[in-house]
């Protein structure tokens, strides 16, 4: 049976998680769940953000899931560094899997863009690169400051995360990878990626690969997103370009992701891009769309790609119906989406 | 008199280049202009990118007009690092000037933006951060591969660029300047960056300032662009953003740039953002508005205003004119530029 831990977090995180859980126990019975107090909640009540004692039980999950955590009286960068970017670096989660798709019933920003013609993933490194924190600075506060901040390559990191893009094309239709990098300006990573991506790409004759700049990658997302599939790209890039392929679909209201460790070694992470959202936290009004399009994408990676099937089911017809600019309530979203995907 | 050096480039950089110069010598009779034969058939020719004797003669200019470089037979990268990103740092062209509208008579990808409502400028910092090269890699080609890409900041880079930004909001009607970094997870140049931010500011009361996250940025770059004025920002995100910026309002082959040592130490460059376009190179069918408009940044930069002035009236008029979908002639149209400009 599965065991998930579920960080609830803070603002509206806990209202759309709830929804989440319905749905997981509608499709798969049996889930076992423990709650993990963790957010800004916590860390204002205690200055805690994730002690190791949490971190070692949190081990011992077969995943988690996220609601939101964040919460304006918190300083910047506590909880992204202290508890989300730990877990993805303590648990090893190299990919971090961001799908975007104009959903039927949904309007992109863009003119022309008509729903079904968005369907990309983007498979983002997750444990190195500029994230790893290497870096420093010196006279700090004169004329004379220096910063520096370090991006880490390693091939065994580059070659894993895009073996798994090229796993994950080979399961779609259009079989297509795009590497996107910088490889005119970072020569010494851009180099490595590209390297590994041709050793990858070789292996895999069967799928149709392309290279882009981030720029012109930033660029098309916007102009013609209907023309990626899978795009892999590094940690930072990866950050950029996933939040304008959640813009250019339904919004970052719709965003699932999930920080997975493939192999799982360690638990992988599932969680809404959307944050808090403190303004409209305890209203009942949030959309659980993302957080149950996460618990999807929790399913497919624990081995349920059935019961993940059925999930996205319930949310395509959960958006097709809805009439726009109608107003929603979370729990009865919930209980639909459940019911639905319960068959 | 004005001394500017013309790098047509290949492709229809020399279209392109040759109407800007119709404009320039219609607002500001008198110009003096010498003609170097840099780019792509250059190296091919000869395998020279920037001879040193060429670069002391740029030098001795006031600026230099660029049309495009490029071409699919030079190795990427050649010309990126060896002619465009060299002359940004050996004329210390620390302002990378970008300015974006949605022109009367245009139309933005994006649903219900109206002509009129983008006019947004990103001040890119253009001799730091990822672009200076540093970094390496170790064991390359083994299992054992690691390369690093090093970010360099300095008080002394950062400050400077950020001045500008708030000198250029001063002259607009808005007054506001957007600083875009990832100081939650880049904290080391992040810091720097924030910090020196909050002293230039303090210095200007009038100016309304906002900080947002890189990915936060291109996200509403594409769902709300109307909400920026001035945007200052480092080197590779400036990259991205000024992307996303072109693809909203008119698209790249309406952006100008400006490379601009605003101090005057050195030749500051203007070029259109699009590239040599092979595909439509030597059938006169190319959009020289672009290049123009850079033109137009030259002036300004130059210290003529009202002839800039008048350069982007001409454009306005031409665009608003236009006839969606309707064939250009790239003379005719640098025609009625230069006619219109010289009023
Ligand atoms: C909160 C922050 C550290 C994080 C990131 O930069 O990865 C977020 O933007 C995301 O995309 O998950
Ligand atoms: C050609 C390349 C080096 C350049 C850059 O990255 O700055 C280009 O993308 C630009 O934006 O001017």
Redesign the pocket.
């Known amino acids: 049976m599965a065991r998930i831990a579920v960080v609830a977090g803070d603002g509206i995180g806990t209202e759309v998680v709830a929804q989440a859980r319905k749905v997981l126990d509608a499709v798969l019975p049996g889930v076992e769940a423990t709650e993990y107090d963790l957010g800004a909640a916590r860390y204002n009540r205690t200055g805690e953000v994730l002690p190791d004692s949490v971190l070692a039980e949190l081990a011992g999950h077969d995943a988690i899931l996220l609601g939101a955590v964040g919460d304006p009286s918190v300083p910047p960068g506590v909880l992204e560094r202290g508890l989300l970017l730990r877990l993805r670096f303590a648990f090893d989660q190299y990919v971090n899997l961001r799908p975007s798709r104009l959903w039927p019933g949904t309007a992109s920003p863009l003119a022309g863009v008509k729903a079904g013609e968005i369907d990309l993933v983007v498979v983002r490194e997750g444990t190195e690169g500029l994230y790893t924190g290497a870096g420093g600075s010196l006279h700090r506060d004169t004329p004379a400051e220096v910063a520096t901040e370090e991006s880490l390559n390693t091939r065994h990191g580059v070659e894993r995360v895009i073996r798994d893009a090229f796993a994950r094309a080979e399961r779609r239709e259009r079989r297509k990878v795009t590497l996107v990098h910088?490889t005119?300006?970072l020569t010494h990573s851009g180099s490595l990626w590209a390297r590994a991506f041709q050793a990858v790409a070789a292996e895999h004759p069967d799928v149709t690969t392309e290279y882009q700049?981030v720029?012109a990658a930033a660029m098309f997302l916007v102009t013609q997103p209907q023309r990626y599939d899978v795009v892999v790209t590094d940690n930072l890039f990866g950050d950029i370009l996933t939040d304008i392929a959640a813009a250019v679909s339904g919004g970052i209201g719709l965003a699932a992701s999930g920080c997975i460790n493939p192999e799982r070694a360690y638990p992988s992470m599932f969680e809404p891009v959307h944050g808090s959202a403190p303004d409209i936290a305890g209203k009942g009004v949030a959309d659980p769309a993302a957080a149950v399009l996460s618990a999807g994408l929790l399913l497919d990676h624990l081995g349920h790609p059935e019961a993940a099937h059925r999930v996205s089911e319930a949310v395509a017809a959960e958006l097709a119906a809805r009439v726009p600019g109608a107003p929603l309530r979370t729990e009865e979203v919930g209980d639909r989406l459940a019911a639905h995907a319960a068959g």
């Open positions: 910088k005119n300006v700049h720029d």
